[in-house]
């Protein structure tokens, strides 16, 4: 297998693997990258979910395939660069001032925001401007395209007849138990909570279709019977809070934290939103706050999520890097005394080893894309301790037990 070849399988895998991940928080990422048991895997893993990243934030890498040369001249610049901002931000986290927006025109209700939906849901007056923009709300958005992708006849109506079997499901995957939500048919749903958690083709579960209904009673009744109804179930990130305060059912927002707890306020979906990020009226905010932190503030509440948001970005990204320049030096054997290593090549009968001169070694496996590389890694890694003090010269930006254990690792690499 040639290097062209070798270096594609690897990316395209690594690749496959990475968007399997897109709808992993945080923690479950960095956990299932730290479990992968091989180190070659994990090493390429790690750059597929680094360059998506960067990618997504609009940071030039190059091109190249991983080497040793392009995670220290490459990678670490990037990682630098985004420790930088994370820190820039917390900051500016701590400076920005909460506090009422301009004055708007108060809209007479809740109930007028929601059009007709919404008749269950208690009226809040003088609500100013409850969603963040005029667009329409990001699960609409997402429901729209996932119905166009899914659908090219009409909606299977026989759902909703009381005969039909609960699994069959109509052209958007949508079962009987999805369309009582839609409808707010609280009889037929109490028929059919026993398949609370379905979910229709689009990834959306009957929670977030009653959430993005305004179907406050068919809420009410899944919560209090149905204990195993997945709060946390997401599409995009998108959870049923969001799904309810994305499109102003405040009261469904209530009712869901008082039944999931102040984890729910904490997710995020893939624009990086919280649920109250959907929210613009502080009163409101704060009102749904204090439903699971009634002591906190607002403020408080938005400093301590960004900072921790911020803080799980900054080690997700030095976990990546790290895992793709110890790896790197593992996998390659770097760290490893340069005769020992080809004592090793040879005794595997891979290739005649034929002398142990560096410069000879090198000429006379010129042809062999492998070792080649591999006089070439060795001849970066020849320069790790100057990298070594560029590294802890940025510590500053990733402060924490992960950047401890990176310069106590490369400093037994170096030293050895």
Known sequence: MDRNMFCQIADDLAQYIAISCDDFSIRELKMFICSIPSLWLQMFVAEAVFKKMCLERNITLSTEPLSLQKIVSSYFPALREVGMHQRMKIHKAKRKKIGPRPYCEPQRALQMLNGNKQDQVKVLPDLPGLLLNKDPPLSKKRRAK????????????????????????NTKGETALHKACISNKVERLIQLLSYINAKDYAGWTPLHEACN????????????????????????????LHDALSNGHVEIG??????????????RDSSEKLPLDFVESISIKQEL??????????????????????SQQRELWLVLFSKMLLNFCSVYNLSSPFSLTLRNVACSNVLPVMAFDKCKMKNVFSADWLVDTYFRELETFEK?????????????????????????????????
């Open 146 to 169: 996932a119905g166009v992708e899914a659908s090219h006849t009409k909606e299977n109506d026989l759902l909703l007849a009381g005969e039909v079997h609960v699994y069959m499901r």
């Open 289 to 310: 706050l204090s439903v699971v932190h009634p002591e906190e503030s607002i403020k408080s509440f938005s400093e301590r999520t960004e900072q921790d948001f911020c």
């Open 254 to 267: 209530k009712l869901l934290l008082q039944h999931g707890g102040p984890i729910l306020l904490e997710q």
């Open 213 to 240: 209904h305004g179907s406050t009673v068919c809420v009410r009744e899944i919560l209090q019977r149905c204990p195993e109804v997945d709060l946390l179930s997401q599409v995009d990130g998108v959870t049923p």
């Open 384 to 416: 790790l301790p100057q990298f070594l003090q560029e590294i802890s010269a940025n510590r500053l930006f990733f402060p924490g037990e992960e950047m401890k254990t990176l310069l106590a690792t490369l400093e037994t690499i170096v030293e050895s």
